[in-house]
């Protein structure tokens, strides 16, 4: 257990529904996991004093004061599988002061919490939104708020799963001594169980159970790195690799993802690259739950394929567009994978591996560039330029001579005129046109020889009638920048 500061700025949501309290269901069924009464002790929470927190043991009941101006929240990760059935109990009494919230999902961050408050009005469900209130009736939620009393209450959180379609989803269950008092079907998973006490107040906690699946020992799975695709079960991870050799790495997994993963869960896949200890780029995607039952016991990545055999040229170039860069040496990398349910905070590291990228051969080093630059290429294979809908060639010459003007580091390749029309930007009040404006897109090269289209949108100053300024400015973006195959630029 320890204390966590800088928890500010929470914004409570308390819905309140007239409906009848029904008793939560035993879960008879679940192993106890972890139970905490302090009759033995503080077991691993806080006992201390100091400026910000004071927490002590007596008479088998714990107590903990915020002595800050500040929320603080007392941490307590969950030693429960919260990917089966579980229930997370407190006995818990507000001794003095505004509110303490059982967080039984809690990420450290304000827009990521859920759980039952007590405070002066009662005790009850409720979310932080990170400033913004959401709303439980959308999630077709009930919840009640119950009268305080001076007695110790008894709150549970019971998670569940089920399905929806072919994924699979979480459903938390609230309940306050027993009575079930508020449920929400769009819940995301978190490892995280937390006490948020606000400034200036005292807890009494009495017991804290969790009942559940213990956490099994994760068997790990296995990233081996070598220079061929075809990598097999029993080969050595290769140690080094020189610029210009191809790199592939395969992860071999005890048991099938799908079993890994979760049958029906659609997941995001993440490799990542990492240069002495700094993660310096990434590749994700996403398989469906389809996918996910199709991916076996092994995953290959194409880290530097031969490029006239690259198969995903876009993974081959997140993955070694870094490493392209590098100044002259031997450089220690990692790769790592790690997968995250869409429905899900939870993200596990399903193997990395660790291995030396020698560039000091200059030969190597541009042979390497070339590869980089290759793969880039074969991604953006089908990236095309926008049409012209306008032509004016001398507006599209000013337009880059004012793109130079205005600091542009890269080179402007082409210029192209988007709108079939100029739009006109009228006076908020009077109605009278101030400006016009054109959407246009702009191709471009970089020092490194990367070409990419920008999209901004240009204005004229209205002089009178219907006279408009020669001279242009450059405003916002209409469309977010993408890169292009530098011979796509036509």
Request: aromatic content about 8%.
């Amino acid at each position: 257990m320890y204390v966590n500061h800088r928890f500010i700025g929470l914004v409570q949501l308390v819905a309140v529904a007239t409906v009848s309290l029904t008793a939560i269901g035993s879960v008879a069924a679940l192993d106890v996991a972890k139970r905490i009464d302090f009759s033995k002790g503080a077991s691993d929470w806080y006992v201390g004093s100091s400026a910000a927190a004071t927490g002590a043991v007596k008479g088998g009941v714990y107590t903990f004061t915020n002595n800050s101006k500040e929320d603080l929240a007392l941490a307590m990760p969950a030693s429960v599988d919260k990917g089966q059935p579980y229930e997370l109990e407190v006995t818990l009494k507000l001794v003095r002061g505004s509110s303490v919230t059982f967080a039984s999902h809690y990420s450290g961050k304000q827009d990521a919490m859920k759980g039952i408050k007590i405070d002066k009005r009662g005790v009850g469900p409720v979310q932080f939104t990170g400033g913004r209130s959401g709303s439980w009736a959308n999630a077709g939620a009930y919840t009640r708020r119950l009268k305080r009393t001076g007695k110790p209450l008894v709150l549970r959180v019971r998670g569940e799963k089920y399905r929806q379609g072919s994924y699979n989803k979480l459903r938390l269950i609230y309940a306050i001594n027993g009575q079930v008092v508020g449920k929400d079907d769009y819940a995301s998973e978190s490892p995280k169980v937390a006490l948020v006490v606000s400034p200036g107040s005292s807890i009494e906690v009495h017991s804290y159970v969790e009942r559940g699946t213990a956490l099994k020992k994760k068997v790990a799975s296995r990233l081996t790195m070598g220079t061929t695709a075809s990598i097999r079960a029993g080969d050595k991870s290769k140690a080094t690799f020189k610029a210009g050799d191809t790199i592939f790495g395969t992860v071999f997994m005890p048991k099938p993802f799908v079993q890994i993963a979760g049958r029906g869960t659609r997941v995001k896949i993440t490799e990542a690259v990492y240069v002495a200890g700094k993660q310096v780029s990434t590749y994700s995607w996403t398989p469906n739950a389809r996918g996910v039952a199709r991916q076996g016991k092994r995953y290959d990545m194409g880290f530097a394929p031969a490029v006239k055999k690259v198969k995903y040229p876009t993974e081959a170039y997140q993955l070694s567009k870094r490493l392209a860069a590098l100044p002259a040496g031997v450089h220690n990398i990692k790769l790592l994978v790690r997968f995250q349910p869409m429905n899900q905070r939870m993200v596990t590291d399903l193997a990395s591996a660790e291995f030396k990228f020698d560039n000091r051969n200059a030969k190597g080093r541009k042979a390497f560039a070339k590869m980089a630059a290759g793969y880039r290429n074969a991604a953006l294979a089908k990236t095309k330029m926008p049409k012209s809908k306008m032509n004016n060639p001398s507006l599209s010459k000013n337009i880059a001579k004012m793109i130079k003007k205005a600091g542009w580091k890269q080179k402007v390749l082409k210029v192209v005129l988007m709108s079939r029309e100029w739009g006109v930007l009228k006076h908020r009040t009077f109605g009278t046109v101030l400006q016009r404006k054109l959407n246009v897109g702009v191709a471009t090269r970089n020092r490194k020889g990367e070409c990419m289209i920008f999209y901004p949108t240009i204005f004229q100053k209205r002089l009178h009638g219907n006279k408009f300024a020669k001279a242009t400015t450059l405003g916002g973006i209409h469309k977010l920048e993408e890169p292009i195959a530098c011979k796509n630029i036509k």
